[in-house]
Antibody, heavy 118, light 107 residues
Framework: QVQLVQSGAEVKKPGASVKVSCKASGYTFTSYDINWVRQATGQGLEWMAW????????GYAQKFRGRVTMTRNTSISTAYMELSSLRSDDTAVYYCIKGLPRSPFDPWGQGTLVTVST | DIQMTQSPSTLSASIGDRVTITCRAS??????LAWYQQKPGKAPKLLIYKASSLESGVPSRFSGSGSGTEFTLTISSLQPDDFATYYC?????????FGQGTKVEIK
């Protein structure tokens, strides 16, 4: 079945960077987009970024431009989201999701908790 | 960017109640709207796509309607498993923005 498995929880200091991985299985990795959405504790869902794994094309929410980078390794069907210059308000669960243009987000990865703390 | 506004933010209801949640887009999105259910500690689950299409395996008490800028999610008879937070999402543009969520609580 289609599955997205994310890397484990991270604890980072302010100003550092974090790189979260998302390994896809059960479908052709390069045929579907990967999106990233985050959710701070007790807060709503916030779309961050999109990537076409085939072309490498990306799109980023204006709020995160300059701080977020999406990459991929097609040989291992894995997408990566790197967020730099971390602040305490970047503490959140980060989700990767399989998608297509004009398609809902489904399925979702299990989420990766990133904690930014001194 | 397209903004999505959900109401109410919290809703208190009893088992068996009919529940309606509203979502408004800042510009027309045709029918490119999805509804998700999220329970604590879990990833969101897709309920409705294309504004009114029920995802496979989702109970028929859930329904969606609307097009353009105004949308609704209706639960015809609230069940214990339905107490959760619900989000709408537009996927008309590549930045799939979400509403702020509606928490359905036990009255």
């Amino acid at each position: 079945q289609v599955q997205l498995v994310q890397s484990g929880a991270e604890v980072k200091k302010p100003g550092a960077s974090v790189k979260v991985s998302c390994k896809a299985s059960g479908y052709t990795f390069t045929s579907y987009d990967i999106n990233w959405v985050r959710q701070a504790t007790g807060q709503g869902l916030e779309w961050m970024a999109w990537m076409n794994p085939n072309s490498g094309d990306t799109g980023y929410a204006q709020k995160f431009r300059g701080r977020v980078t999406m990459t991929r390794n097609t040989s291992i069907s894995t997408a990566y989201m790197e967020l730099s210059s971390l602040r305490s308000d970047d503490t959140a669960v980060y989700y990767c999701i399989k998608g297509l243009p004009r398609s809902p987000f489904d399925p979702w990865g299990q989420g990766t908790l990133v904690t930014v703390s001194t | 960017d397209i903004q999505m506004t959900q109401s109410p933010s919290t809703l208190s209801a009893s088992i068996g109640d009919r529940v309606t949640i509203t979502c408004r887009a800042s510009q027309t999105i045709s029918s490119w709207l999805a509804w998700y259910q999220q329970k604590p500690g879990k990833a969101p689950k897709l309920l409705i796509y294309k504004a009114s299409s029920l995802e496979s395996g989702v109970p028929s008490r859930f329904s969606g309607s609307g097009s353009g800028t105004e949308f609704t999610l209706t639960i015809s008879s609230l069940q214990p498993d339905d107490f959760a937070t619900y989000y709408c999402q537009q996927y008309y543009s590549y930045s799939g923005t979400f509403g702020q969520g509606t928490k359905v609580e036990i009255k």
